[in-house]
């Protein structure tokens, strides 16, 4: 046992079965004794409170994400997702403007309604589908394709891209290597998203103002993976959480204008990010730990939310909680989510349709609860309704 692991008990007992289940007790655990903690199976520090997790978020000069390591800038490139100060700025900044909340509504709002409604009405007849597969996976999809102005590419294309690229992100956080499906597959969103360029429209057109083609493809990229792969776990958790506690689905279904909040609070409860990480750039003293310049430092949005110091009776679902919306899902600081809007636009659609065309919705007995040590989300909801 190192010293840092006699100093932090809890952290050293952590496992990645306990991170990827029911996390929360343990969660809970760490944010009460063990606020920022060494664990050894993450190889970084745990941050678990939420004052702390915001203090690192807003503090770029002391814990960045422009570090070799980032698994993402390995695959695609720089990005926004792996830069800060004014390269972050110059990158992320004509993305900010165009996914501003009105353009985003005139833009999107109507395409996401109609093609959530359709993706609906062609499940009703049957009577059951599986939520993340059937629904929020393929809406994110064509979002995605929306988004990036991919014109005709057809969803099973641009969801093989975004599989491969998201698997060579694993392999080369584990210490492996960026394979050639990956690369291929990078290639041909370049294509595609180059193609949109030269047909000169739309939100990519818009950002050639301030970066390089190459650049904007790099950031296509994490567009593509951050609205497939995150969306498709806000909407499934969102079903979860309202088909599993029937008082909030009857409060929802007697009264539209709640969907909004219960959209927050199943953020909230479990973001579909459960954590961002960080690289201290100094040695410095957090919560009290003595953190390393180079070190990582994992900001965990899972248990910010549940934060007992902020959220009052924080593991209970409350479609009426009054600072559902203060929760921490989206981040904080200069790499705050862009998409949030056209997230939050996708998933309410998503649900509205389903409440319109599935009368009776219900879980089937075999749903399972979100899980996941990064992206956390229900692996399969069965849903069943009176067709």
Not at 133 to 147: F, S
Request: hydrophobic content about 45%.
């Amino acid at each position: 046992m190192t010293t840092r692991d006699a100093a932090f008990p809890l952290g050293a007992a952590v496992t990645l079965a306990e991170l990827e289940g029911d996390v929360h007790p343990l969660l809970a655990r760490l944010r009460a004794s063990e606020p920022v903690s060494w664990v050894p199976v993450l190889d970084g520090w745990l941050v678990t409170r939420r004052d702390l997790c915001i203090e690192v978020m807003r503090d770029p000069v002391s814990f960045t994400v422009d570090d070799p390591r980032f698994s993402t800038a390995q695959v695609v490139g720089p990005s926004m997702l792996s830069l800060d100060g004014d390269e972050h700025r110059r990158h992320r900044d004509p993305f900010a403007a165009a996914f501003r909340r009105p353009e985003v509504l005139s833009r999107f709002g109507a395409a996401v309604d109609a093609e959530a409604r359709r993706l609906v009405a062609d499940l009703a007849p049957a009577g059951h589908a599986e939520v993340r597969r059937d629904l929020a996976g393929p809406l994110a999809v064509a979002v995605v394709a929306l988004a990036l102005e991919l014109g005709d590419t057809e969803p099973h294309t641009v969801l093989g891209w975004y599989d491969r690229i998201v698997a060579a992100v694993d392999r080369v956080s584990a210490g492996g290597e960026v394979d050639a499906a990956a690369r291929e597959a990078f290639g041909a969103l370049g294509s595609h998203v180059t193609g949109s360029l030269d047909r000169g429209e739309g939100i990519l057109t818009g950002a050639t103002a301030t970066l390089s083609r190459d650049e904007v493809v790099s950031n296509a990229a994490v567009m593509m993976f951050g609205g497939i792969e995150t969306s498709e776990g806000m909407t499934t958790s969102l079903f979860w959480h309202l088909l599993s506690n029937p008082s909030a689905l009857e409060a929802v279904l007697a009264d539209r204008t709640l969907v909004t909040n219960a959209i927050d609070e199943s953020l909230r409860l479990e973001p579909a990010a459960g954590r961002v990480d960080r690289y201290a750039t100094k040695d410095i003293d957090l919560g009290g730990a003595r953190i390393r310049h180079g070190d990582l430092v994992i900001v965990s949005l899972t248990a910010a939310n549940r934060d007992p110091s902020f959220f009052a009776d924080p593991d209970r679902f409350d479609v009426h909680r009054a600072d559902a919306r203060a929760h921490l899902a989206f981040a904080q600081g200069p790499h705050a989510c862009v998409g949030v809007h056209l997230a939050r636009l996708e998933t309410k659609a998503a649900l509205e349709a389903a409440l319109d065309g599935w009368p009776g919705l219900r879980l089937e007995p075999e749903a399972s609860a979100p899980t996941g040590i990064v992206f956390r989300k229900p692996r399969r909801l069965p849903v069943r309704w009176n067709a």
